[in-house]
């Protein structure tokens, strides 16, 4: 499914941001990604979403090499891995539901199609009562299982979570990580990338550890090693 080939990364002042780092993650795989600031997480995300190319080496995703994208195939490579941040990146003036409608407009789906999908996914978060709320009328766990029911709507074959539970205290995080392994249990590869050691323990999934951006470890029931 997701497939690097000894990639590097160079920025142009001669900061190594990755070096050589190779490794193979399964369709339906849960794996979570760690390391320090500054370890590499942040430009390996960049690249599988097509924000930036490697200096070295090649990326595939699902058979595609995405290693040198044009700016008109980002759009479908980003149907395929959708994201998540700890910032939600909601519109505050939509509801919840409108949200996550929103995310299908953009995409030209019919109206029928958005007010059939829509409230679908917000089944599957646990908000169906709470979909006509504006995201500062509830938590900031409710507000990141909005981000991510809005990622569902493309029904995409990978889901990338660039530190999930960053903004969240211990029960959300917990509640939004058993949702990441819901979703995961449908068969979608999910990519959890946190540097929160206890989510990694508990997980008792695969762990990719990088460290000053050399892949140190790959672990297949791992702990947050660094």
């Known amino acids: 499914m997701i497939k690097f080939k000894a990639v590097s990364k160079l920025y142009n002042d001669n900061v190594v941001a990755l070096d050589n780092v190779s490794f193979y993650i399964k369709s339906g795989e849960f794996v979570s990604l760690v390391g320090q600031s500054g370890a590499g997480k942040t430009t390996l995300v960049k690249m599988l979403i097509g924000e930036e190319n490697p200096s070295e080496g090649r990326i595939e995703v699902g058979g595609w ?4 994208l044009r700016g008109s ?4 490579l980003r149907r395929q891995i959708a994201t998540i ?10 509801t919840l ?3 996550v409608e929103f995310a299908l407009q953009v995409c030209g789906k019919s109206m029928k199609k958005i007010k059939l999908v829509a409230p679908q996914v917000m089944r599957i978060v646990g908000l169906e009562s709470k979909m006509h709320r504006y995201p500062h009328e509830v938590s900031g766990g409710e ?3 909005t981000a991510i029911a809005r990622s569902l709507v493309y029904q995409p074959k990978i889901l990338l979570a660039d530190e999930p539970t960053g903004n969240l205290d211990s029960i959300n ?6 949702l990441l392994l819901k979703i995961n249990s449908f068969g979608t ?8 050691r206890d989510v990694v323990n508990k997980l008792r999934k695969r762990v990719l550890t990088l460290h000053e951006g050399r892949l140190v470890s790959d672990q297949a ?3 947050y090693i660094i």
């Open 65 to 68: 090499d995405i290693t040198r």
């Open 73 to 76: 195939e980002v759009p479908h």
């Open 85 to 94: 941040f700890q910032d939600y990146k909601l519109l505050p003036k939509k």
């Open 97 to 99: 539901l409108e949200n």
């Open 143 to 145: 507000r990141q299982r």
């Open 173 to 178: 995080a917990k509640e939004i990580v058993d």
């Open 189 to 196: 590869t999910v990519v959890l990338v946190t540097h929160n």
């Open 221 to 223: 029931v791992g702990k």
